[in-house]
């Protein structure tokens, strides 16, 4: 009885060992966390030059000036980005200046005195009592270090992040303002106390018997001389928008007394009808367009085109 029970289990001892030799080892799983790289214990190398825009817009201008409410894409300069920094400050015309006007561009390349930019972060007062930038924290400026990075960048050509410097743009003339004098140019006759209803949007009223009095653009140029301006020509209309048949006036280049060199337009007054508005657009060229430039435009706030406008008193 033994006998067979010992063959039996012999033979499944040899079953069992026959299967073990044909079975295939599993393989050892993957493990899913022996591919990251913990990195060393060694602190990043900041490999961006300081003085770059790169570095700049991340150490000063993104955390310092676009914060909500200010440089954050609500109106420009835009710090958002780099990119937008650039193309924002760059020969980007300004839109607050001060009270001279002595700026053009947010930023010009190797000009520090020129450039608002630098102006706005070094100035306590650019228009009003503290108004230096950033305005976070009123009255007190940005560090010496950070301002002298900025400047840097300015004066080593305020490159692009790709180390591109940009081409200065030839913008079309400017023209702030005119002024209607007699002609000895002692009496400014597009002053308030002329305007009708002493409104300073109103027409101006000529007196009575005015045969002719003159019109002084105060144009400007960013390139081209003022004395080399072309086109300069004052065009008169009774409509507020149709110059298609205006009367078409010719401005000189003269010395006006004690001033600087200015164009003038003699208007004949007396060659006018009374007691009608005339509406007045001033064209001019700087010689680098196709097109004149127009002032005011045809798409200009209706007010401001009753400023350029006056009325011969019966």
């Known amino acids: 009885m033994i006998k067979p029970i010992r063959a039996a289990l012999f033979g499944i001892t040899a079953i069992a060992v026959m299967i073990s030799a044909c079975r295939k080892e599993e393989p050892i799983p993957e493990n899913p966390y022996s591919k990251i790289d913990y990195g060393s214990d060694d602190p990043d190398v900041d490999t961006l030059q300081q003085n770059s825009l790169t570095a700049i817009h991340r150490d000063i201008l993104f955390p310092k000036c676009a914060v909500p409410g200010c440089h954050d894409g609500n109106f420009e300069p835009d710090f958002r980005t780099v990119q937008s920094s650039f193309s924002t400050l760059v020969y980007a015309p300004i839109v607050k200046n001060n009270a001279a006007g002595s700026f053009l561009f947010r930023v010009i390349p190797g000009d520090t005195a020129g450039s608002v930019l630098h102006e706005r972060i070094t100035n306590c007062c650019f228009v009003n009592v503290d108004d230096r930038m950033p305005q976070d924290n009123i009255g007190t400026g940005l560090p010496a270090a950070e301002i002298n990075r ?9 490159k692009d992040a790709e180390g591109n410097e940009a081409e200065r743009p030839d913008i079309e003339p400017s023209l702030s303002f005119y002024v209607a004098a007699n002609s000895t140019f002692n009496v400014e006759l597009s002053a308030l106390a ?102 005011p435009k045809t798409e200009s706030n209706d007010l401001y085109k009753s400023y350029w406008s006056f009325i011969i008193t019966p």
């Open 194 to 295: 002329f305007r009708e209803d002493s409104l300073i949007y109103n027409p101006f009223r000529l007196p009575a018997g005015t045969t002719s009095f003159f019109f002084v653009p105060l144009v400007t140029d960013d390139i081209t001389p003022l004395a080399q301006l072309q086109y300069n020509k004052l065009y008169l209309s009774t409509s507020m928008d149709d110059f298609s048949n205006a009367i078409q006036l010719q401005a000189s280049f003269v010395n006006v007394p004690n001033q600087q060199p200015v164009w003038v337009v003699n208007v004949p007054a007396s060659t006018l009808n009374t007691g009608v508005q005339y509406f007045m657009r001033y064209y001019v060229n700087d010689g680098n367009h196709t097109n004149n430039t127009e002032f």
């Open 150 to 158: 900025i400047s840097t960048w300015i004066l080593q050509g305020a």
